[in-house]
């Protein structure tokens, strides 16, 4: 199965809202047990990069390198 994923879905990890907290952590444990493969644009690292707080932009990367997320060209 693969699965294209934008900046948001990542951002919900470490949403302030509980339920999307809840729902995608939910999320990436169904991508774990199945195996999905997931898929982003390039245009995301780009993204990520302008997230003011430093802290939370490592963990925003931390993310993809930990559910192994291949980058698309976006053009």
Avoid: Q
Wanted: aromatic share 14%; no cysteine.
């Amino acid at each position: 199965m693969r699965i294209y994923i934008d900046t948001s879905v990542i951002n919900g990890l470490y949403s302030e809202d509980v339920d999307i907290k809840i729902a995608t952590h939910k999320f990436f444990e169904f991508v774990k047990k199945t195996g999905a493969v997931l898929y982003s644009a390039d245009l995301i690292v780009k993204e990520i990069d302008r997230t003011p707080k430093e802290s939370k932009r490592y963990k925003l990367k931390e993310a993809l390198a930990e559910y192994d997320v291949e980058f698309l060209p976006f053009d």
